[in-house]
């Protein structure tokens, strides 16, 4: 039977009107600017740094502490949104992140930059906690929410993609600053209209901040993604020691064990435990790091391949990836309709299936030799897969959740996404690393000086330099290299294969079995 106009399927007059759907388009901004700050850099470094003469770590500093702070912060800005109701909590934090955008760009020093970035990771996880939440409250519908979710989780693909894109064409143009005053506009829009197209959450928690607990929280994230990402940094070029890292990884970990000690002992948490009660967010969260893990890390090693064994320049490995985010994009806006027809559950399971199929196939296609097109084919169906199933496991999480309680799980998300990017890095940077340094003494030609051979080891980067730096036997050397490099690629395609198609079979047993015995 038909389903009159403006009522949900239920029978319910729940369906979204054009205000919601103006206000999703108002949303879509914070969400594409919080994407590209992570990436924008990547091209415009250079030319800051000829103008603020920062240190290496410095450099470091500036690009990474942006989003060292929104991983931090997010537990405690999910409960503060909780609080005070996401609407105001998201407009606040627009209007200090557009500020801040103003002065990053007349930054006078590295130090005033890093501070300032830092600042922005704070500002910036106000916002996707709040998002999310307001989601919920704007689409109560479940296939319109789905759908919004799907546009949401395609504007971070696209942000993230185009950034560096946006900061070179910038960088063509003006001065370093205008790759932070783009912000500025959008976010302007989002505080002058928002209070008139998004609406507040009625239902709100008004609990005490716990500031232990915050202390707590924010500490052991950043310990724990500082410590995985400077871990596989240091794999990447053969630099520094593994156990400083690692020890501080280790140690955020027992700080987040203790944080979670503390929210069963407190009346107030600032995250309910309770939330993981429900298994289907429980279930949807565990699934975020398992498959970051497997897909993040194959396309980490993806982009190392196209640039040390394809040999592109930064800029043309960018676009070699394009077809996977428009893939990644494809799949995430055809999961509500799949959802619709076959349940949330199934299609979650069926497209980590796929991008399980994509990794397997990765693994089978790569080689030194291989056709990129055919590479990138392969590489794609990863990204329709995890587009599908992604996009849903998001809408589980946030659905899933009291009302009252849907900042904390949008915060758990991003948490959970996070980790299972710094993870990704971390895990697929060891073990290419590690059979790279195993596999290239059997491919390094007789004739290398054994001292040479042995530098190569160290990383790939190092490899290619020494190869460049021969005069004899250096296109042997360099050929060897990218063997090795190339084996790293294929057998984390199949550690990426197995996790993600054990992430698919846990939802299908847990979630989709359920959902269809319950006639969903």
């Known amino acids: ?29 914070p969400m594409l600017m919080l994407a590209t700050d992570l990436t924008v850099l990547f091209f415009a470094l250079p030319t800051l740094s000829a103008d603020l003469d ?87 519908d479940e296939r319109q929410r789905r759908l919004a979710i799907a546009i949401m989780f395609s504007a971070f693909s696209v942000g993230g993609a185009v950034g560096p894109l946006i900061g070179g064409a910038l960088l063509e143009f003006f001065w370093w600053g205008s790759v932070f005053l783009i912000n500025v506009p959008p976010m302007l829009l989002l505080v002058l ?8 959450r009625r239902e709100l928690v008004r609990v005490r901040i ?47 064990t203790v944080f979670i000690r503390r929210q069963r002992r407190l009346s107030e948490p600032l995250f309910d435990l309770s939330l993981l009660a429900n298994r289907q967010v429980a279930v949807s969260l565990a699934t975020l790091p398992i498959v970051g893990i497997g897909v993040t890390g194959l396309f980490y090693l993806f982009t190392q391949y196209l640039q040390w064994v394809a040999e592109l320049s930064p800029l043309a490995a960018g676009l070699w990836t394009l077809p996977f985010i428009a893939v990644n994009i494809l799949g995430a806006m ?21 991008a399980a199929l994509g990794a397997a196939l990765v693994a089978g296609v790569v080689d030194v030799e291989v056709s990129l097109p055919v590479l990138i084919g392969a590489f794609a169906i990863v990204g329709l897969g995890q587009g599908a199933g992604f996009s849903l496991v998001s ?25 299972g990017t710094a993870l990704g890095v971390a895990v697929g940077g060891a073990v290419g690393v590690f059979v790279y340094r195993t596999s290239l003494p059997d491919s390094v030609p007789p004739d290398v000086p054994e001292a040479a051979a042995e530098e190569a080891r160290s990383s790939v980067h190092e490899g290619a330099d020494i190869a460049e730096s021969l005069p004899a036997h250096g296109p042997e050397l360099l050929a060897a290299v990218q063997e090795a490099t190339a084996q790293g690629f294929q057998v984390y395609a199949v550690v990426g294969a197995v996790l993600t198609a054990a992430a698919a079979v846990l939802v299908k047993v847990t979630l989709a079995r359920r959902s269809d015995r319950a006639g969903t």
């Not at 103003?102 to 500002?123: D, H, K, N, P, Y």
């Not at 209209?193 to 507040?200: F, K």
């Not at 520094?240 to 020890?247: D, E, M, Q, R, Y």
């Open 1 to 29: 039977m038909a389903v009159p106009e403006g009522q949900s399927p239920s029978g319910t007059s729940e369906r979204a009107s054009r205000r919601e759907w103006g206000g999703l388009a108002l949303l879509v901004l």
């Open 210 to 256: 716990d500031p232990a607990s915050v202390a707590l929280s924010v500490t052991g994230m950043l310990a724990v993604v500082y410590g995985l990402q400077e871990l596989a940094a240091g794999q990447e070029t053969g630099s520094g020691s593994v156990w400083p890292n690692l020890a501080i990884a280790v140690g955020g970990m027992l700080v987040l």
């Open 334 to 354: 055809s999961a509500p309709a799949l959802a619709a027809r076959f349940g949330a559950p199934a299609v979650v399971a069926g497209g980590l299936a796929v």
């Open 54 to 140: 920062p240190s290496p770590t410095q450099g470091l500093w500036i690009v990474h502490i942006y989003g060292f702070l929104i991983a931090g912060c997010l537990v405690a800005m999910g409960r503060l949104g909780d609080r005070i109701g996401p609407r105001k909590l998201l407009l606040t934090g627009s209007a200090a992140f557009a500020a801040l955008s103003a002065l990053a760009a007349f930054s006078v020093s590295a130090s005033m930059l890093i501070a300032v970035r830092a600042l922005l990771g704070i500002a910036g996880a106000t916002l996707m906690p709040s998002l999310y939440s307001l989601l919920r409250v704007m689409f109560r």
């Open 193 to 200: 209209v928002g209070p008139r197209l998004l609406p507040e």
């Open 395 to 419: 809408d589980l999480i946030i659905s899933g959740a009291p009302t009252e309680q849907a900042g904390s799980a949008a915060a758990a998300q991003e948490v959970g996404g996070e980790l």
